[in-house]
């Protein structure tokens, strides 16, 4: 019989795979645009969630919607340089439609609809309607609008065009699971656990460029910067000590009554107290590099 120690135990050591992570929110290559999280139950005690981030990502060029899936009955993985990962990539705008919006990063004069998923969906040059939304414009130039911030304003009158369909859902889902809880915000901390390999002293001290940066530019003794390089992995360990204390999944309400959920099939073991904090104002970090 499924257990919720069985569901967080898997949600909380969700790496099977190199590129394999949990919900990224704040994201520091991708401005966050909005977030779902759909949860599937079927028989012989399978489980699953999709969570869905949408988002600009200025070095891709294109607004990106992330699908990131978490169960015990996942199919048809996506792969990476050999391995699985739990995510793949959708592009529900059109192409042309966004490229020819944008002068780089910014929306042109001209710009005034962008067609996602074969729908017009207007696009505002007036400050006003920002202002009026609660978007505070960068304006790094003088009267411009980011993309993320067009896309902001966009997605509150058209959120479901934005969202993944069922096809994309059920891309790594046996088809016969049943969606059986949407959640449109949720109380959330990010959790990227990391695993530090062991390297010896002797090892160390036999990469070249390593040998080269502590000679040439530190000018440092090895013993100095194996002392060094020592610290800064002991602080890197307690980093994640902390983090898996405070972040990881089970560590909080939003999934132990998730957990709850799906080992019972009662959608009304989802009974959140702590306030939501998946929208996009909540995480200023997103984006940031």
Known sequence: MLTEKQILTHLDNYKWGYYC???DLGHAYSFLIDSRLNVFRGDNDR???VAE??????????ILLDIYYYGNCLVNLEQYNGQDTNYYT???INWDSFAHSLDGEILTPEAQHWIVRDQKVKLSQDKQDYITAGIELKEYEPNTIRAEEAARLAIIKNREVFRAIDNELYKSLPPDLKKILVIDEWYHKDFNEIVQ???SDEHLLQVPDINRLVKEQLKLSEEEFISMFRQQEARTDEW??????????????TWQMIAKVIATGDTSFYKPTL???TDW?????????
């Open 90 to 92: 959708v592009y529900p």
């Open 53 to 62: 981030r949408l988002g600009y990502n200025p070095r891709a060029g294109s």
């Open 197 to 199: 390999p062991k390297i």
């Open 240 to 253: 994640g000590k902390n983090l898996w204390q405070d972040n990881r999944p089970s560590s909080y309400e």
């Open 21 to 23: 992570q949990f919900i």
């Open 275 to 277: 306030q939501a904090n």
């Open 47 to 49: 489980w699953a969630i």
């Open 281 to 289: 104002k909540n995480w200023p970090e997103s984006g940031s590099l």
